[in-house]
């Protein structure tokens, strides 16, 4: 009786070792990659910054009263006046602002709160809005109004403050651009400077008592 030949042995084949090893190296480099994408690291490296550096106080100081002389320019209306003016800081980092504005037949009232915030230890931004009362010869409305801008102080007794201003009021929206300076010529004492174009033209001189910090 003839034997018969044993059944042959399947061999699995050999797995190169190389080529897992290489999936391996692929998955590491794209796993890094994703953990190493330069948004990632900025914003953790914003978010251990904002951690770490100490909070700036407020460039500028927000409790003050001032007034002085004004010539406006607006609704048709161009004529000499006055203007009393002043800011309240509320909690840090809020303050409350109040100004009012008289000449011939123009007669302004506004109030608001603006939110600050330093971006050093020289220069803070704002911006805020409130309401704003307009008397115009036969005509008187309740409106809104917005600004916004930088207050810089490169030197303690110097602030400039480029701003920029919109309100609605009495049946029409005004925007105007303002820079104002203040010099402080014996604390608390201060002159104030503002000049402002656009659909409110102003020029402004007067004087500034800063109380508070």
Known sequence: MAQGHPPPVEVPPRRWAGATHHKNLKRENRNMKT???PRRVAAA?????????PGLAAAANYNYLEGGF???????????GFR??????LTNPLAAYGEFTSNDRVDQLSAGVVFHQPIN?????????????????PQ???????????????LKAFEVT???????????GRVSFRVGGV???????????????GDDDRVEVGVRWNFGS
Do not use: C, H, K, M
């Open 121 to 137: 230890s020289e220069l803070d931004w704002f911006a805020g809005g409130g309401l704003e009362y307009v008397d115009v010869g």
């Open 162 to 172: 480029p701003e920029l201003r919109y309100f609605d009021a009495v049946g029409d």
């Open 140 to 154: 008187d409305d309740l409106g809104f109004g917005l600004r916004g801008g930088l207050r810089w102080t490169p």
């Open 35 to 37: 953990l190493s994408s």
């Open 84 to 89: 009393i003016g002043g800011s309240v800081a």
């Open 183 to 197: 010099y402080a010529f014996s604390p608390p004492f201060a002159l104030t400077a503002a000049v402002q174009g």
């Open 70 to 80: 004004l010539f406006r320019d607006t609704y048709g209306e161009d004529d000499a």
């Open 45 to 53: 490296v914003a978010l251990t910054a904002l951690s770490t550096l």
